[in-house]
């Protein structure tokens, strides 16, 4: 009987390990504020996961990054404000959470790099195209140098959740 209920007990652990990150997505979406940010998409292929657009985001290189002091692999937090034209711009970088944000502001919580393409790693910078869209979604971001740009859900804590890309009129749901 004692067997049966650790046995019960080691398979309930695994699922609810395997479980929570898409349920933590799920509350950052429903819960999360939406922000919009500015995006240049690179196109590689991954055979396990199939299509999927590496996006590169004006905020991955916030002013005051190389001042903060902030290491390779450190957790920043990126303070946002939204402009006029309604996309979310970086108006600050720092290693802590910020106590408050005033009205139009959110905060993003990535993590430092030195890759060659991007200081701060969001975690949203994969967008995967399904097939059956991906040469739509190519002929629409070579068309014309329309803007590009990824419809981000942030919560409280600065964790994300990509939600859509939209290039120029066209929205594609992720």
């Known amino acids: 009987?004692?067997?049966?209920?650790?046995?019960?007990?080691?398979?309930?652990?695994?699922?609810?390990?395997?479980?929570?990150?898409?349920?933590?997505?799920?509350?950052?979406?429903?819960?999360?504020?939406?922000?919009?940010?500015?995006?240049?998409?690179?196109?590689?292929?991954?055979?396990?996961?199939?299509?999927?657009?590496?996006?590169?985001?004006?905020?991955?290189?916030?002013?005051?990054?190389?001042?903060?002091?902030?290491?390779?692999?450190?957790?920043?937090?990126?303070?946002?404000?939204?402009?006029?034209?309604h996309v979310w711009n970086a108006v600050a970088v720092g290693d802590a959470l910020p106590a408050d944000l005033a009205d139009g502001e959110a905060v993003i919580k990535g993590r430092r790099s030195n890759s060659w393409r991007t200081s701060v790693i969001y975690g949203i910078e994969r967008y995967y195209v399904p097939e059956a869209m991906r040469e739509e979604i190519e002929d629409a971001i070579r068309a014309e140098e329309q803007q590009i740009l990824v419809e981000v859900a942030v919560d409280d804590d600065g964790d994300s959740s990509l939600l859509r890309l939209r290039v120029g009129d066209t929205v594609y749901e992720y």
Do not use: N
């Not at 652990?13 to 479980?19: D, P, R």
């Not at 939406?34 to 299509?51: A, C, E, F, K, Q």
């Open 1 to 85: 009987m004692v067997r049966h209920i650790l046995f019960v007990a080691a398979v309930a652990a695994q699922l609810a390990i395997l479980a929570w990150s898409p349920l933590e997505k799920c509350l950052i979406r429903a819960e999360g504020t939406v922000i919009v940010l500015r995006t240049r998409p690179v196109d590689p292929y991954d055979v396990l996961s199939g299509y999927y657009m590496t996006l590169s985001f004006e905020i991955s290189e916030p002013d005051g990054l190389d001042e903060s002091g902030l290491t390779e692999g450190a957790t920043v937090y990126t303070t946002l404000a939204r402009g006029d034209d």
